[in-house]
Nanobody
């Protein structure tokens, strides 16, 4: 299973970025997909998850109303639209695929995911 994240970069506060994560080697359409982030010196934290159908999504409190997760099951890709970015959003962002197919849970723990992308750096300047 391979996950390839892209779309990171440097923006000023208030700006936007759109991350993408292409998945291969697993039946993408049957698995929830998550985004996490890790800032220097901090633990990896949950950002957002979308269920396997794309019909429901959940977010960390610190990104609610600013970030939107979506997926295209025909393209085996999950996206994270990030708007109104803040300097505290600066981190390496990782996509991950949930281990259990067709699940109804809302996996927000790092341990719930078994494959991860390589990460993409997002830097927000004030």
């Amino acid at each position: 299973v391979q996950l390839q994240a892209s779309g990171g970069g440097s923006v000023q506060a208030g700006g936007s970025l759109r991350l993408s994560c292409a998945v291969s080697g697993r039946t993408f359409s049957k698995h929830a997909m998550g985004w996490f982030r890790q800032a220097p010196g901090k633990e990896r934290e949950f950002v957002a998850v979308i269920n396997w159908t794309g019909g429901a999504a959940w977010y960390g409190d610190y990104v609610k109303g600013r970030f939107t997760i979506s997926r295209d099951n025909a393209e085996n890709t999950v996206y994270l639209q990030m708007d109104s970015l803040k300097p505290e959003d600066t981190a390496v962002y990782y996509c991950a695929i949930y281990r259990i197919p067709r699940s109804t849970v809302r996996p927000s723990r790092v341990e719930s995911y078994d494959y991860w992308g390589q990460g993409t750096q997002v830097t927000v300047s004030s």
